[in-house]
């Protein structure tokens, strides 16, 4: 039976490519260990699932109540459609400079300077 013969010239090429792919492979792995989940962003919730956040009337301060009962004293529910869910999304920070007054009123909060 005869052996195939192998050229020097091939031999090397594919020792080449394989040289290529372990490096682009190694290359794809270190830039996923350095960049960790990059592309995946957490967002933190403003309450924890059952409840639902109320504002402090008067003040930048908020609170977080069960959904089976109503703010306390002091607090009020956000004005639908401008509730935030998440921390620092579009409702998040326009409550932080913004507050109700006891009319329900939107006005500039007082303690923010």
Not at 52 to 63: E, F, I, K, M
């Amino acid at each position: 039976m005869d052996m195939p013969r192998i050229n020097g010239a091939a031999s090397a090429l594919r020792a080449g490519r394989v040289r290529v792919v372990a490096a682009a492979l190694v290359g794809a792995a270190a830039v996923s260990v350095l960049t960790g989940c990059a592309g995946f962003e957490y967002r933190e919730d403003v309450c924890s699932q059952g409840e639902y956040p109320a504002l402090a009337v008067g003040g930048s301060g908020s609170a977080c109540f069960s959904d089976k009962e109503e703010p306390s004293a002091g607090y009020a529910r956000y004005p639908a459609g401008k509730v935030p869910k998440q921390v620092d999304d579009k409702w998040d920070k326009y409550w932080n400079t913004h507050t109700l007054d006891k009319n329900g009123k939107i006005i500039p909060a007082p303690d923010v300077n």
